[in-house]
């Protein structure tokens, strides 16, 4: 038999069963379930134990939630501020109490992020801000403080400005607009409304933990603030009541309270509905009837 160049093979005309858009379609619908299955074991309980949590908590950023008053109605807001309201703020006194400890601790912030609710709602900013600057000037010079406002009110833009120029505050302006509220990510949708993620092990965090860091609010910390936010509706009251030391892993708030979250939906699979969960509408009930107290820091 005569040897055959690989021409032979390129001259035969086969034509496709399927179109090159669809082959390309299923393609990527294939791969996407390999690498959710791949996610799917990560994430259980098997995965964790042999592979250890995906994310782990930062040791040197900070996200405090100076307030839960808002002069927006985000839908799905993730500290639940439209769904939940309350006028607790954190206080002057609460922010020197951590300073001081951190430096008790020798831990050293790279980042500070202050954020709510809407930030320069809360009365105490100016005094806040000026706290955190010295101990940036004395303990961190490279610290950057960030204050993330939604810049709609006139005052917010001004105090924000102010704080700028006096104490190298970076803003982040959200600029957001009543159009834009409904693009948030679906926090109400609780993975333990779904099946899916009934063998997941919680401990593996998101990458919220190491990209915004341990979350400081008035009732203590938490692994991130959206956990803080979280605690707040259900009423646990498991925040530490003193800067966590850094071999604190804070799985027992993992456990509890991403169970709760869409952002862990999103980070896993996803989050799509933009209605609330059974066990978010449930517990928005509850809150409304019996606000729930929560020790403070």
């Given at each position: ?35 959710q ?63 001081a400890?951190?430096v ?10 202050l ?31 960030i ?8 005052k ?9 120029r ?19 990510i ?11 993620y ?20 008035p ?22 009541k ?20 869409g ?35």
């Amino acid at each position: 038999m005569p040897n055959r160049t690989p021409d032979s093979f390129y001259k035969r005309k086969i034509k496709p069963l399927l179109p090159a858009g669809l082959r390309n379609r299923l393609a990527d619908l294939k791969k996407s379930i390999r690498l959710q299955k791949r996610t799917d074991y990560r994430i259980s309980h098997e995965g964790t134990k042999k592979l250890g949590p995906e994310y782990s908590r930062s040791r040197d950023l900070m996200e405090i939630d100076l307030t839960y008053l808002c002069n927006l109605s985000c839908h799905h807001c993730n500290r639940s501020c439209p769904q939940a309201p309350s006028d607790d703020q954190i206080s002057v006194e609460q922010i020197k109490k951590m300073l001081a400890e951190s430096v008790a601790k020798k831990i050293t912030w790279k980042r500070m992020r202050l954020l709510g609710g809407e930030p320069t709602l809360n009365t105490d900013l100016v005094a806040i801000v000026k706290e955190i600057f010295n101990y940036k000037k004395e303990y961190s010079p490279d610290m950057q403080i960030i204050l993330v406002t939604n810049g709609v009110l006139d005052k917010s833009r001004e105090l924000a400005q102010e704080l700028n120029r006096d104490y190298e505050v970076i803003i982040e302006d959200s600029s957001k607009q009543p159009f834009r509220q409904l693009e948030f990510i679906a926090f109400n949708q609780a993975p333990l409304d779904d099946p899916k993620y009934k063998d997941v092990d919680y401990t593996n965090g998101c990458h919220i933990l190491k990209d915004c860091g341990l979350g400081f609010t008035p009732y203590g910390f938490y692994p991130c603030a959206i956990a803080g936010g979280i605690d707040r509706i259900l009423g646990k009251d498991i925040a530490r009541k003193s800067v966590p030391e850094t071999d604190d892993e804070m799985f027992d708030h993992l456990e509890t309270l991403c169970a709760w979250c869409g952002h862990f939906r999103m980070n896993y699979g996803s989050a799509k509905d933009q209605g609330a969960s059974p066990s978010w509408i449930s517990i928005y009930e509850e809150y409304r009837k019996n606000k729930p107290e929560l020790s403070k820091y």
